[in-house]
């Protein structure tokens, strides 16, 4: 463990009488909150009132270290390592059966917002151990969190470190620190003071950065200041996986308490979640939140607690990671 890794984990105390399950957790207390916003993208839409139990959280996403402490334990092969199965990828041309993931790049003008094409490419050899491609490496990268992972290699590393991934709800109630019904995780002004309070895209998206918070690319967890429970970096830098099924209305899928909010509500619907707009593509599809170092008012302001987002599983890009939670022994509803 580096110097900087011991003194991030010395920083995440409990606010739960008695000491974390794992070095780096914080308790995050359960609760009543409004979930969503009526303000931004039809996904997010009806706020409604759900309630959550207690859990533990890590207070930063996984780092480059502890997912190669991780592979170096268990020789695990991330999926954008492996060789692809050409019966998933039916009439490919051989040549693009390669390992390799999704990488941003940036344009040199405006381009058509509508079309992701413009700034996203596949580029074989890209993975999480050479996030920009296959010349790339993890230089000065430790601390950076972990990208290019695709759904079943977090589920993977939570299953060796004996955590869990959190559902939507658990995540939307963490990143919001305490501070309900607010649009971003420090509260409702974009820039407090003229400060940047995460690591995201200033300027026009995708072509200009103006670095007025000081990242081009992903940050070191830690770099903004943490949210009302403690958590780093719940706004900006990476998305991050959740376990639930994406549904278009998160509200329509929840079984409704008729005594008051739902509790500890989880969607369980693969089948829902495919694209209808790709049906050649019956690839199911998980909730991402978060927001990452692309996100730019002009095209994807997501890095709010109630933004959300469906990533198919099997596919990873040089922006999403993923964090652990830790139950108390619940069941999920």
């Avoid at 009806?46 to 268990?74: K, L």
């Avoid at 040549?95 to 700034?119: C, I």
């Avoid at 639930?244 to 500890?264: L, M, Y």
């Avoid at 730019?296 to 109630?306: F, G, I, M, V």
């Amino acid at each position: 463990m580096t110097q900087l890794s011991g003194d991030l984990l010395s920083q995440a105390g409990s606010t739960r009488a008695g000491s974390a399950p794992h070095p780096g957790m914080l308790w995050i207390p359960g609760g009543t909150f409004r979930m969503g916003s009526e303000d931004f993208y039809p996904e997010e839409r009806p706020v409604h009132e759900v309630a959550v139990d207690g859990f533990w959280m890590d207070c930063y996403a996984i780092t480059n270290e502890q997912f190669g402490r991780f592979v170096a334990a268990t020789n695990y092969l991330t999926l954008a390592e492996r060789e692809p199965n050409p019966a998933d990828f039916p009439g490919a041309p051989p040549e693009n059966l390669v390992p390799g993931s999704m990488v941003f790049q940036k344009t040199r003008g405006a381009v058509d917002l509508h079309n992701y094409a413009n700034w996203w490419a596949w580029v074989p050899g890209a993975s999480w151990r050479h996030p920009l491609g296959p010349h790339s490496s993890l230089n000065s990268l430790e601390e950076h969190p972990v990208v290019h992972i695709a759904y079943e290699d977090a589920e993977a590393y939570v299953n060796w470190a004996g955590k869990e991934l959190p559902t939507e709800t658990e995540w939307e109630l963490a990143a919001r620190g305490g501070l309900d019904g607010k649009k971003f995780t420090w509260g409702d002004e974009h820039f407090p003071d003229g400060k940047a309070m995460a690591n995201s895209w200033q300027g026009e998206f995708p072509w200009q950065n103006i670095l007025l918070d000081g990242f081009e690319g992903t940050s070191p967890v830690g770099s903004f200041p943490p949210n009302g429970y403690g958590l780093f970096d719940m706004a900006g830098n990476v998305w991050e996986w959740t376990c639930d099924w994406f549904v278009q209305r998160h509200a329509d899928e929840i079984v409704k308490s008729c005594c008051g909010p739902t509790i500890n509500p989880r969607i369980g619907s693969p089948e829902k979640s495919c694209d209808p707009r790709q049906p050649q593509f019956r690839i199911p599809r998980k909730v991402v939140k978060g927001g990452s170092y692309l996100c730019a008012p002009n095209y994807c302001l997501r890095y709010r607690p109630a933004a959300r987002q469906p990533q198919m599983i099997d596919t990873g890009m040089s922006h999403i990671g993923f964090r652990c939670i830790l139950r108390t022994g619940r069941t999920l509803h």
